[in-house]
């Protein structure tokens, strides 16, 4: 996926369809994948495939209202971009509720975090991304 992560891809799927039950799949992540990933089971690539038929048959089985229910605010992910002016890394959150894009610097990366967008004071919860996966 060109200029997307599967982390963004999941995000998007998950906040444009939140009833669609997901399981996220990667070799790149040994010990389980960070918090916040928008996914409902993970299967690491090329290991028992019994386990990865039972994850689509418990999604199918899955009450929607309950899983809606039960589901926090996914974290947006978003990629960092080098600021040369100020020698740091930014990233650009465009806010859901009124649609306006701001700078902000992270201190964190690949993790959840939480800030209120500039113009209208929503809380977002985001996620930063050094570089595309």
């Known amino acids: 996926m060109p ?3 599967g982390f963004e891809l999941l995000s998007v799927v998950r ?3 939140p009833q669609i039950y997901v399981v996220g799949m990667t070799g790149a992540f040994v ?3 960070p918090p916040g990933i928008a996914a409902d ?3 690491k690539k090329a290991t028992d495939i019994s386990r990865l038929i039972a994850m689509v048959e418990a999604g199918s089985r899955a009450d929607i209202g309950s899983l809606m229910a039960s589901r926090k605010s996914v974290p947006i992910w978003v990629p960092a971009v080098v600021d040369q002016t100020l020698e740091s890394k930014r990233v650009l959150i465009g806010c859901p509720e009124c649609l306006r894009a701001f700078l902000q610097e992270p201190k ?3 993790s959840p975090l939480e800030t209120v967008c500039s113009y209208c004071r929503a809380s ?3 996620a930063a991304v050094e570089q595309y996966a």
């Open 15 to 17: 906040r444009r369809f």
């Open 31 to 33: 010990d389980g994948l």
């Open 3 to 5: 200029r997307m992560s």
């Open 41 to 43: 089971g993970f299967y």
């Open 108 to 110: 964190v990366y690949g």
């Open 124 to 126: 977002i919860n985001f």
